[in-house]
């Protein structure tokens, strides 16, 4: 079970329903599909690819700060006169300490943030439904789409990967307030550091975290008058094998009914031989997200980590 086993379930507390997304640096947007794989969204493709038109809300950018912190103690004061700094680099204004107690503790200081927001519109998930459906879009069965991202002009995110670790930082950025390592001017440098963790230092243009939500494919809300599937696991394999083996046009579905809340998104429709059944689009939670991790198929590509910038690294104690 790696790091982000411990992350995920935390930051998706701290944010009212969020995730992280890993690498910080890692490029998604709203549209986005794909799997969870080792505890993190693994993106295959975007929506968009298969001519689904949707809006994203875009509310004004924050002025304010973030900041999310698990097991992690933090202060700040002035830097010590003659304290050392980078050749070339102007000497450090101010200094900070975190302390990390237990796997997974972390701290994430943003700012500048704009959030996106995919638009709910009847069109845009009653055409997804029947494309699902039909098998025109290659959506696993355990596939997760983006519908929400909070991009950062500028982040500073610490994961400590061990039981404990201390670490160091300087640079020129204000000592008082919220999220002070957000707004850092010219850089943050490592003073010292023990243990191992994930270091995203002053990083710009970011995507911290990330909305989910899961299409499911089972019975219609409260059955139906005519034939009604099952519910079960070979649902999904089952419908996709009919309109194969039918050869079932995708304009042969017809739309039954439609139902949209704050807590899920369903349509139901009608297949050419008379089932009924309906894809229901909810916000992945903190089990599922979990659960889904576990089911994620072995096979499937992922794309590691390489991280090799400054600003962007990832440090162990000398002494291991």
């Known amino acids: 079970m790696s790091v982000l086993a411990e992350v995920q379930p935390r930051v998706h507390s701290l944010t009212g329903g969020l ?3 890993w690498m910080p640096s890692d490029t998604v947007d709203v549209g986005d599909y794909g799997v969870i794989a080792r505890e993190r969204f693994v993106r295959d493709g975007n929506l968009r690819n298969y001519q689904l038109a949707f ?16 097991r992690a103690k933090f202060s700040a004061n002035l830097a010590a006169k003659g304290a050392a700094h980078i050749p070339g680099h102007p000497a450090p204004k101010a200094s900070a300490e975190i302390a990390f107690s237990g796997k997974g503790a972390f701290l994430y200081h943003l700012s500048g943030i704009t959030t996106r927001r995919l638009k709910n519109s009847r069109s845009f998930f009653e055409d997804l439904a029947s494309k699902w459906i039909a098998g025109a879009i290659s959506l696993e069965e355990n596939a997760v789409i983006v519908n929400e991202i909070r991009v950062a002009d500028k982040a500073t995110i610490v994961v400590s990967e061990g039981r404990d670790g201390l670490l160091k930082l300087q640079g020129n950025f204000s000592i008082d307030g919220q999220a002070v390592l957000a707004d850092v001017k010219g850089g943050l440098s490592v003073a010292s550091s023990s243990g191992s963790m994930f270091q995203f230092l002053g990083a710009e243009g970011t995507v911290p975290i990330i909305g989910l939500v899961r299409p499911v494919m089972g019975p219609p809300p409260g059955g139906g008058d005519v034939a009604v599937a099952s519910a079960g696991p ?10 194969q083996r039918n050869k079932w046009d995708i304009r042969a579905i017809q739309l039954r009914a439609y139902a949209s809340s704050a807590e899920e998104t369903t349509v139901t429709v009608e297949l050419p031989h008379g089932e009924v059944i309906a894809v229901a689009f909810s916000p992945v939670t903190a089990e599922q997200f979990m659960r889904l991790n576990d089911s994620a198929p072995k096979a499937h590509s992922y794309t590691e980590e390489n991280v090799a910038t400054v600003a962007v690294a990832r440090t162990r104690s000398a002494s291991r």
């Open 55 to 70: 809006s994203v809300e875009t509310p004004e950018k924050s002025k304010g700060k973030l900041e999310y912190s698990d």
């Open 19 to 21: 995730f992280a997304n």
């Open 234 to 243: 070979s649902l999904f394999q089952r419908v996709r094998a009919l309109f």
